[in-house]
């Protein structure tokens, strides 16, 4: 999840007024023929294709691997030996010698919010906070660089690595940070801490609000004062205060953002966007700026108002680089914050705690409500991606997806259901539910990096026996399940080989294997890096892998993650990233 602060959503009536239509990148599908001449060329590599994968989507060749890839335009024409790439390489083609290093397919990362990740790289970023005086030293020295009725936007804090724990409170940031309105939210971006100025502003103070449905205010138990958390769409209160920003600083974000994607090997995201966002990428888009694929999944609460709008936008932005999908929404809550929602109460959960099984969101905390939206999307063949962490809150999800591909009729010619809605997170699971993901065709859609966060005090959390069904990237994969991985940047790094690091290796922040019997071989993390993202949104025609006729969107690596020591992959580094023909990044000396 992530909190913004954005432009107003009414600014989304330009787009459907206007009836604008996205300039292409003036790159033009190649023709799967025989010869055809390349511009660029890639040889004396080692190259993973995507499509040998034994057991994912592939089959297994005897087929040596091949060395080179030939692209004309924005297309792949040819994979193989360096002779066979050799025919192709004509007068101005421009050859790349990759000595001998591993290429791949352009990484996705199946969930973002670029553009929130643009901005946080200018913002105060306190996730290496060691402990409560550098904390508080780190917001202090950054509340005295804003200028009067400037506010100090940032965070993504977390305090399981402290050596003492303990929760952040206003009081803790009031006499570093005086008049200057404080926002600061936790890593996973279900709570913020604010300080006393901006609880101000937003008129909470111990006489009220009451919590908003799907929120929480935490008090004190004895004063009712506010201690400066607040949980889920509590976060609105205050947030609402903030100064809007202006078109100029989302776009200047976004280019921020994909450069920084680029130098890590990402050619594609997922991103879960807002309203607004939807004009900034057509911008990029209409200037050529795009150096990232962006499938857009339009974050709303009104999925029923809400459909002949999201119909309208799939339309416009059909195009290689810019397309909507459908809905993004959320079931519930985080396990950090405790509000993501459990069918028991948390293991650590105290008697003054509101809500001891977390909570389900405003969003879905009628369920005939929410699946009346379900079915109205379904109806309209959207794409639906919404958040679910906790067991119970996952469990009816899938329920809500059966029952309106039931009533819709929506199923697939062999069985599951054609729509591949996606469950994001997917983060604690009841076992009995785990096999539903393949027969339902839904899309597990899961960041392994969150795993080493949670990691350091999940068992705390729900208890051992509910460990069963967290993290199931290992089961999920074998009961025929659709995995794919993201980051949720910026609530985690978007380095996707810290991802692939955790996937394999299952160690958490404090350095410990946890659930290492849930973890995936390299192949089958790199899988759902690529091949199975562009699967989840139906372009697996077109994306995912290196073969003739796809788009060139490749990674040439600075080390070979398959041969190397599994405890040195979060090291592997992009030494150039291509993506539809382009090189958008390039480390090499």
């Not at 390349?38 to 297994?60: E, F, L, Q, S, Y």
């Not at 040819?78 to 352009?106: K, L, Y």
């Not at 991606?385 to 009729?409: C, M, P, Y």
């Not at 030494?575 to 090499?588: K, P």
């Amino acid at each position: 999840m992530l909190v913004r602060f954005r432009l107003t959503r009414s600014a989304w009536n330009l787009l459907t007024l206007a009836a604008i239509h996205i300039c292409s990148l003036g790159v033009a599908a190649a023709s799967a023929q025989e010869f055809q001449p390349a511009n660029m060329a890639i040889k004396n590599a080692k190259i993973w294709t995507g499509t040998n994968v034994a057991g994912r989507g592939g089959a297994a060749t005897d087929r040596l691997e091949p060395t080179a890839v030939a692209i004309a335009g924005a297309r792949i024409v040819a994979v193989g030996s360096d002779e066979e790439i050799e025919r192709h390489v004509v007068a101005g083609t421009r050859v790349i010698d990759a000595e001998g290093r591993r290429v791949i397919p352009g990484i996705t990362d199946a969930h973002t919010h670029i553009i929130g990740g643009g901005f946080q790289l200018d913002r105060l970023n306190l996730r290496d906070a060691k402990s409560r005086d550098e904390f508080v030293r780190m917001i202090g020295e950054a509340a005295g660089e804003k200028k009067n009725g400037e506010w100090l936007l940032g965070g993504r804090w977390s305090v399981e690595s402290w050596d003492k724990p303990e929760p952040p409170r206003a009081a803790w940031l009031d006499p570093a940070t005086g008049d200057t309105p404080v926002f600061l939210t936790r890593m996973d971006g279900h709570q913020a801490l604010v300080n006393t100025a901006a609880l101000k502003l937003a008129g909470i103070d111990a006489s009220g609000p009451a919590d908003p449905v799907g929120g929480e205010i935490e008090r004190d138990p004895k004063t009712k004062e506010p201690t400066g958390i607040l949980k889920e769409s509590a976060m609105d209160l205050v947030s609402r205060h903030a100064p809007p920003v202006t078109r100029e600083q989302q776009y200047a974000a976004l280019l921020r953002a994909m450069k920084h994607a680029n130098s890590l090997g990402i050619t594609s995201v997922h991103d879960m966007s807002a309203w607004d966002d939807f004009l900034t990428f057509h911008q990029a888009a209409n200037e050529r700026a795009l150096t990232v694929r962006i499938t857009a999944y339009a974050t709303s609460d009104r999925w029923s108002d809400d459909v002949q709008r999201v119909v309208a936008a799939a339309k416009l932005f059909n195009h290689p680089v810019l397309t909507i999908a459908g809905f993004k929404g959320y079931m519930d809550g985080s396990l950090g914050s405790r509000t993501a929602y459990m069918r028991k109460p948390y293991a650590d959960a105290t008697p003054e705690m509101p809500y001891p099984r977390g909570q389900l969101s405003a969003f879905a905390d009628s369920y005939s409500t929410f699946l009346s939206h379900v079915v109205a999307a379904d109806a309209a063949e959207l794409q639906l991606a919404v958040h679910a962490i906790g067991d119970e809150g996952n469990h009816l999800l899938l329920n809500a997806f059966e029952e309106a591909a039931r009533r819709n009729g929506s199923t697939g010619p062999k069985g599951p259901y054609k729509r591949r809605h996606r469950i994001e997170h997917a983060q604690h699971l009841i076992p009995s539910d785990i096999p539903r993901f393949a027969r339902l065709g839904v899309t597990a859609s899961m960041q392994p990096f969150h795993k080493a966060d949670d990691g350091r005090y999940a068992e705390k959390a729900i208890g051992r026996e509910r460990l069963k069904g967290s993290y199931a990237f290992r089961q999920l994969v074998d009961a025929g399940a659709l995995l794919i991985f993201g980051s949720d940047w910026p609530v985690v790094t978007l380095d996707p080989f810290t991802g692939i690091d955790s996937a394999v290796n299952a160690r958490t922040l404090a350095g410990e294997v946890w659930l290492p019997e849930h973890s995936l071989t390299v192949e089958e993390a790199l899988y759902a890096y690529t091949v199975a993202p562009a699967k989840a949104i139906h372009r697996e025609h077109e994306l995912g892998t290196i073969e003739p006729g796809k788009f060139a969107d490749i990674v040439m690596l600075n080390t070979d993650p398959l041969t190397i020591p599994r405890e040195k992959l979060a090291e592997v580094k992009p030494a150039i990233t291509i993506m539809s023909g382009i090189i958008v990044f390039d480390a090499r000396p």
